[in-house]
Every structure is written in structure tokens, then in C-alpha cells.
């Protein structure tokens, strides 16, 4: 699911450019997948059942997190675009876990945090939004020009 929603944040970004590329949705849905294999590492095994009984969400599953894998790539790669898409699909996976169940959200500051699930529900629209703010400066842009 974390990752149909990394995909569905990202999807109105590639709709309203021509060609349309699914390649940024696809990379937030991988993202947001990827996010849990730390499970795997937090349970010291390859086996699903003990991945999904660890007792606490490791911190890899934190805004913390959520912030340091992006900036990693962004100083890797030098690409704003996909660092933003990283952190949407890390942060929309993030705030979903902490809406449902409860996350370490200030790793290492913080123990398990639960959201209310509409504070979660209005994160996610609002991520959601903040894909379509460099569409906005282009058309500002063009608006600039047309006076
Ligand atoms: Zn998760």
C-alpha cells in the first residue's frame, strides 16, 4: 500500500507533462516500498513472519530518516527532482506507518509516535501538493512574460 501511494503523490507530476513518464511515480512507489525491508534488518532474518512481529518500527522509519536518504542523494546526484520525489515517497510512507501504527518519528529523540489518522489523511493530500509547486513557478513565469 505504501507504495501505491508513493506512486499516486507522484502520478499528477507526470500527468500534467507532455511526454508522459511514469518513471517518477514508478521511483516513489520503489521507494516507498524499499522503506521496509528494514524490517528484515530489524529482525536479523530473510523470513516474512518474523519481519512483520518485530515489536517497534526501527528508525529508518522516521522523519529523521526521511530527510538524511535524500540529502544523501541530492549530494550524490546533484538532482533536485528526484531528491524531492525520495523524500515525498520516504516521508508520505513515514506518516502513513505513524497514522496507522505508530512510528519512532524523531529517531533518535523520540519513542513511538502515533498520528490521528486525519492529521495523516491531510499530510498526505498536502504532499500531494507540493508536486505541483514547480508547475506553478513555470506558469507564474509565463504569466510574467504575457505583461
Ligand atoms: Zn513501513
Redesign the pocket.
Known amino acids: 500500500m505504501?507504495g501505491i501511494i508513493g506512486f499516486l503523490i507522484v502520478l499528477p507530476y507526470s500527468l500534467i507533462n507532455r511526454p508522459i513518464k511514469l518513471k517518477f511515480p514508478l521511483l516513489a512507489m520503489a521507494v516507498a516500498m524499499l522503506?521496509?525491508l528494514?524490517?528484515f534488518a530489524a529482525a536479523h532474518s530473510f523470513s516474512i513472519s518474523d519481519a512483520i512481529s518485530i515489536e517497534a518500527?526501527p528508525g529508518t522509519?522516521s522523519l529523521t530518516m526521511a530527510v538524511i536518504f535524500p540529502s544523501i542523494i541530492y549530494v550524490w546526484k546533484h538532482n533536485f527532482r528526484v531528491t524531492w520525489i525520495v523524500f515525498l515517497a520516504l516521508l508520505s510512507?513515514?506518516i502513513?506507518?505513524a497514522g496507522l501504527w505508530g512510528?519512532p518519528l524523531f529517531f533518535p529523540f523520540s519513542s513511538t509516535i502515533k498520528l490521528p489518522y486525519g492529521l495523516y489523511l491531510l499530510v498526505i493530500l498536502a504532499l500531494q501538493q507540493t508536486i505541483f509547486y514547480e508547475r506553478r513557478q513555470h506558469v507564474r513565469h509565463f504569466l510574467q512574460l504575457c505583461k
Open positions: 505504501d522503506l521496509d528494514d524490517h518500527y522509519h510512507h513515514v502513513r506507518d512510528v
